[in-house]
């Protein structure tokens, strides 16, 4: 049962698709207060309660023991005591003596404190004091959700092709280096659907563009990988790099298309292109607009995009750089002091994503200025719902492969998102697990991690644990940091074990498709925490290192290096399944406590008793994959 | 059986004791070559085998899959993807189908590729050609172990109230600050025995000096405070504020006792006080020198101490600020440009610890101009050898605390380490935890992490935790940074949680000293892998959450945030012990897997069959303890 709460005016976000009635705010069920501006309320908890939700987020599946902001962030550097990732995702749901959601809708920041100040207690702090709060109560955790998802709408479904192997690396900078990429997974015979293009595939990495010296025909290029069976995914970037005669930039420039700043000029600001307008996609005629560019790309054959720096990443502004230099020179010549000194590095360090910078946008709603830090989560939304509207207009639904770096909720309707530039750091193999049941609980399906890690350099041990996570994740994909080491299979040594790998992928994806569909049909998750299934069970309701996977496994990744096994806990008996490459083996267990034997070229997966999955022959392509074909286990 | 291999002159670094007669490098048994003037072995691996050492060291207790520096750095970051700390312990071990160990006595960089480019081959770049290499075989890993210990010489031992609880702070900056510590300790009826001086006691950061402003009667305050049963920690930094008039560092200007340049001038870099000069500490008279400073610190009654920022740390040098600074006027007026826009940046991140900043400093060793590079991590050991040889000489042995952040191998001869600043993160704990028998192998036995994390805000669960662990390190110290969320025990929520797991290392101390004592007798580890006691066991192998204390015992620290539990590994029958504060539980356990209940105020603990260890009653001090008040467990 869901209740909506109005207070004031909320902006239109778009994330809720059905429609409520608005109760006021006064009713509310929860203690709560005006301070400052912000509305802030608050819940105690029991002991054992679980908090969940928050989705693209830092830290556990369980959100207690700490504070979150719900601030779309460009920060690369994942740990522990970070607030916020690329995402806003602003419902969560308490479990335990009392369940319930709450879906706080609402563009601007929300402080979540859970159980951080108050071991027992979760304070909420919204940024203003125009929004919906939907409460939704009466129900288990996974009704909860549904009840949820079905009030915020289907989640978007990507073509088929999408859910094989696919390799990415900032950057593949000309058709050479992409042709050495399949050459080598063919020469491997690892399977492969999809290569990357970052940044440098643009002229000045300028949206909408291919630099026709390192892809000379890219028409006929993209042609001859689609007939090899490979699909070449461009990146888009938010900003347009402010150049004469660069048309997307004039055209933007001349009907007022960019964010202003408070005397109405455009605001500038500096990221990969240097100098950028960043489009008001707040705008549905913006949308339109930058919607509408995506076809140079999708007229060449491209049917698949990854949308970047939608937070937005802002580098530098002219104004804060300079204001550094000038702080610079002011000091020059001058006697030196340990306070001066550390000033002036934070003033450079703190030039990037800077809030002043935030609060000097101003965006057009309805005809108003509305300034950025209104507005600031649902900005990269609203770039993924211009290339989504189009593509469903152009080419209709599930189509096109999309998906996003900054998201809201709503965004899931018309595309996927990545977890962000993350780390080749084992840690990060459980904090991609973390994230998928969290992601899912607000209807981001189709999603997965950097696997192998994005930033620094990866291990051969690493990569392949990791990919034996991501062979269960929708979005597979495989992506490195420019100056880092080479992370593409075929790189490392005995190559044999990454093939192993891939084409457990590849045998799995029918019912992966199958339940993925399933899941976006009746709004319901394709991961869960163990709690969900055994809701009784101690050991199950605080286990953060498995999961359960449609309603028929459970996964347990390897996350540590030298191993070869895993602790894993069963709430139940069930079957013990080891996939490798073309061989299958299974044993029965019971319920308990087991430490498993895991090789680096073997995927562990455990089958509830009374089910069965579906297993395929492993191909190069998922368009090889023969759905008929497939043998049941155990 | 120890050989010494030596080529060309190495520096003596005092590190090993025993005498040996030098053996050609050309007799080493393991392939190597000389590279652009770095002399680079290697030796291969078999799967399984493990490779341990490195000390103070990131990443796991099996050092395999990732490439070290011995290069000691101050950089608080200690994530997976570091190739260094602060110290450098060129010690390392193959464990397997061939077990040997190896010191590398030189006091420059060596890499140490373990298994990271290729995953069964280990290759050692030392950078440079004079050098001693001690190759240790015909052993088990303790054998091994305890020879190379009894080469370096025995470790230090402290005060026995050193092993008492420790709260510390950046900072506790005047008299009422430390005060308010111990009366929130005594009100919460929580043991202390020590509080510690972060930078803020001295007169602008100069050594060897206390701020009267904020400590009156200094002498008359420590006196006051050790009748409490408090000892004060005073912080001692490397670098010597450059001001006339205050007499340090006038006696060590004009006695030529700082580091130069190449033109023979002081080196100055900015540190904490502003610009310092470095003692020379390699120099045998900038030693008893600097040593005799402590004098003013122990007159008034302190009995320890903590040498930091010895690495040395270095925020920039005048140089390096001049060049950021021109560069900064150089672009001001001028057009953006990203390339641009990243060199400023970095270059204004990279001035602190910065290469060349290092290479423009000059020793003086037997006369002779050395560079820095050549000797950088012998540089802190030195600085604590000065104090160690000062307290030796006044006061004997073991009389004074004494810990370093900056150490080589042969330090731990004088004093102890900690591990330096590390962040309030539940991946810190089992960090901690790794590098214990890691120092241990390398003769550290006195040492411990900065519990509850240095860095960024702790939460109440991770103190517990985190101090769980702490009850058994030698060194307990609650340590947080400037601007975090206080940290001290009784400022948190139901500090009785707080009291049962410091009286729990209150009733282990006669045990824990004892273990110490005996350890250090008998070049001895207190910690050890489990692999060393269950050599044939595949799990205990590959355990790396577990470690073995003294000859009795097995712990098995709670590492994850919301968990009542824990996996733990019995490699043999034992009984767990559940402690916290004046109870104690115990059960019989089967070798095999378990997932045992551990509450945040409990420590769990394990005991070998037919072993036991003596437990006393709590106290509020070490001095009230009573030794002959022990009871046996189990």
Request: hydrophobic share 35%; net charge negative; with cysteine.
């Amino acid at each position: 049962m869901i209740k909506k709460y109005t207070s004031g005016r909320p902006i239109n976000t778009q994330a809720v698709v059905e429609q409520f009635d608005s109760i006021s705010i006064k009713e509310l069920p929860f203690k709560n207060k005006i301070d400052n501006g912000k509305f802030i309320f608050e819940f105690d908890m029991s002991e054992d309660d679980i908090v969940y939700g928050l989705g693209e987020a830092p830290r556990g599946i369980n959100k207690r023991g700490w504070v979150y902001e719900s601030f779309c962030s460009d920060d690369p550097f994942h740990t522990e005591t970070k607030s916020s990732l690329y995402a806003a995702h602003n419902f969560i749901m308490l479990y335990g003596s009392n369940t319930f959601g709450i879906f706080i809708d609402f563009p601007a920041k929300i402080r979540w404190d859970i159980g951080y100040t108050s071991s027992n207690k979760t304070v909420v702090a919204i940024d203003g004091t125009d929004f919906d709060i939907y409460f939704i109560d009466n129900g288990t955790p996974i009704e909860i959700v549904k009840e949820f998802r079905k009030a915020i709408g289907t989640s978007y479904i990507p073509p088929f092709w999408a859910f094989g192997y696919q390799q990415s690396r900032w950057s593949y900078h000309n058709a050479a280096a992409v042709d050495a990429v399949i050459d080598g997974y063919n020469k491997a015979d690892i399977p492969l659907d999809s290569v990357y293009l970052d940044i440098d595939y643009m002229q000045c990495y300028k949206d909408f563009t291919v630099d026709e010296e390192k892809f000379p025909d890219f028409k006929k290029y993209v042609e001859e990988k689609r007939r090899q069976g490979i699909h070449l995914i461009p990146i888009i970037d938010a900003g347009v790099k402010k150049e004469d005669g660069y048309s997307v930039y004039e055209e933007g420039r001349d009907n007022g298309y960019f964010c202003k700043t408070e005397d109405g000029s455009d605001f500038e600001g500096g990221v990969w292109p240097g100098i950028v307008g960043f489009p008001d996609f707040l705008r549905e005629d913006v949308r339109e607009w930058f919607g509408s560019k995506y076809k140079v790309l999708t007229d060449c054959g491209i049917d698949g995009f990854w949308n970047d720096m939608n937070e937005p990443a802002i580098f530098y502004s002219e104004k804060g750089l300079e204001n550094a230099l000038n702080k610079a020179v002011d000091m020059k010549g001058k006697n030196l002091d340990l306070s001066k000194f550390f000033e002036l590095k934070d003033t450079f360090l703190g030039l990037s994503n800077n809030a002043e910078d935030y609060s000097s946008i101003y965006h057009t709603i309805d005809g108003r200025q509305v300034c950025h830090d209104k507005v600031h989560n649902i900005y990269g939304a609203n770039m993924t719902k211009a290339a989504g509207e189009y593509f469903e207009k152009e080419f209709g639904k599930g189509k096109i492969l999309m998906f996003s770096r900054a998201s809201y909720i709503g965004a899931h309707r018309s595309s996927g998102i990545w977890f962000g530039d993350n780390h080749s750091w084992w840690s990060h193999i459980l904090l991609n697990l973390k994230m998928l049941p969290s992601a899912n609980m607000c209807g981001f399906l189709y999603c997965g991690a950097d696997l192998g890690g994005f930033n620094e350099n990866a291990t051969r041990d690493l990569v392949l644990r990791f990919l034996a996570l991501g062979v269960f994740t929708p979005l597979m994909r495989n992506h490195a940091a420019l100056g880092t080491r080479n992370q593409e299979c075929y790189n490392f040594e005995n190559c044999e074990d990454f093939k192993d790998i891939v084409q457990v992928r590849y045998r799995l994806i029918p019912y992966l498709y199958r339940i993925f569909c399933k899941a976006s049909e009746e709004n319901d998750m394709i991961f869960r925490p163990l709690s969900f299934d055994y809701p009784d069970d101690k050991i199950a309701r605080e286990c953060e290192t498995q999961l359960m996977l449609g309603d028929e496994c459970m996964i347990c990744p390897v996350y540590e290096q030298n191993v070869n096994g895993q602790y894993v806990y069963l709430p139940e008996d069930m079957t013990f399944v080891k996939l490798s490459g073309t061989n299958v083996s299974t044993e029965e267990m019971k319920k308990g406590v087991h430490y498993i034997d895991v090789r680096l070229n073997e995927v562990p997966l455990f089958i509830k008793q009374g089910k069965q999955i579906e297993l395929c022959s492993p191909a190069l392509r998922t368009s090889f994959l023969n759905a008929e074909d497939c043998i049941m286990i155990p």
